[in-house]
Each structure stands twice: as structure tokens, then as C-alpha cells.
């Protein structure tokens, strides 16, 4: 089964957000932790690429350069972006940005860094962390939801971001 949480609580999610969870759902079959236990995170993301790109993200589609979503995070002469985070997939009018982790999702803390770097990134607002259910016989997700349930929780640490969505597939 997906799971799915949107953060902070007191917030209905958005539209978009409702949209990119049924991307996962419609593929669930396909890219499901316990089952397909080799699946990369690259794997994951070409099997939800065309559902996002459908819903209007730009999804990164290889690793040349031109293939690549980058969003920017400095300025500099002119205004062309000087510092720049890529991304799994974005949608700029939304300022909503999809981040798909696999192994090193939760014991690395690349969920962490995605957090950090979509906190960074000019006018976005919404974060989607798609993160394995089951990693190892490791509960990934609950873990992240625990994490992230205690960050919202605190109340100690303001995220610059209206919404975070954490999927569990």
C-alpha cells in the first residue's frame, strides 16, 4: 500500500499534491519496496516520469547535463543563476519540487538534504519525498514520518516551505 502523510497537519493538501500521490498510486504495482527490492531510485523515478510530466512537471530524464532540472539558489552578474540544486522533477508556477529516494533515503539522511536543499531553493514552496517503505527490513517511511512528525511537532525549526508530502512506496 502507498503511504502518504502531508505536512504540517493543520494544512489540507494541495491539489498538486492529491495529483502527485495518485502518480504513485497508479504505478504502486511497479515500483512497490517489498516486491521490487533492487529498484534504484532512478528506476522509480523513469517509471513515474511520464505521470509526472502529464500532471506538468519537468522530470529529469538522464545524467547529461541538458537532461537535468535545476533549480536556482544564487544569483549573480546579470541574474543568470549562479548556484543551482537539481531536482527529480519541478513544477515552477507551483514552486513544488518531487525528490524520489531509495536506499540512502532515510540511513544516509539524503531526506535531510532534500529538505535543506528545497529550503534553499528559490520560490519553492512544496516538497514531495518519495521514500521506500521497506529498505532492508527497515521500516524507511515510518521512520522519516517519525522524524519528520517530531521537526512539525517541536515547532522549534520554521521551514521556509508551505507543504511537505512524504510518500511511502
Not at 494541495?14 to 534504484?40: C, M, P, R, W
Not at 537539481?86 to 513544477?91: H, L, P, R, S, T
Amino acid at each position: 500500500m502507498l503511504n502518504w502523510i502531508f505536512y504540517p497537519l493543520s494544512e489540507k493538501p494541495t491539489e498538486l499534491a492529491i495529483k502527485v500521490v495518485s502518480v504513485f498510486e497508479n504505478l504502486y504495482d511497479q515500483i512497490e519496496s517489498e516486491s521490487h527490492v533492487g529498484l534504484k531510485s532512478d528506476d522509480v523515478l523513469k517509471i513515474v516520469a511520464d505521470d509526472l510530466a502529464e500532471i506538468g512537471f519537468k522530470v529529469e530524464r538522464g545524467k547529461k547535463a541538458a537532461e537535468k532540472v535545476k533549480v536556482p539558489v544564487l544569483f549573480g552578474s546579470l541574474g543568470k543563476p549562479e548556484k543551482t540544486f537539481e531536482v527529480d522533477a519541478y513544477y515552477p508556477d507551483f514552486g513544488f519540487i518531487v525528490e524520489i529516494e531509495a536506499g540512502r533515503g532515510y540511513t544516509n539522511n539524503h531526506f535531510l538534504r532534500d529538505i535543506f536543499e528545497a529550503c534553499m531553493m528559490h520560490d519553492v514552496r512544496y516538497l514531495a519525498i518519495a521514500i521506500r517503505n521497506d529498505y532492508g527490513g527497515h521500516k524507511d517511511y515510518e521512520r522519516t514520518k517519525l522524524f519528520l512528525e517530531t521537526l512539525y511537532a517541536s515547532n522549534r525549526l520554521k521551514l521556509p516551505l508551505n507543504g511537505l508530502l512524504l510518500l511511502g512506496y
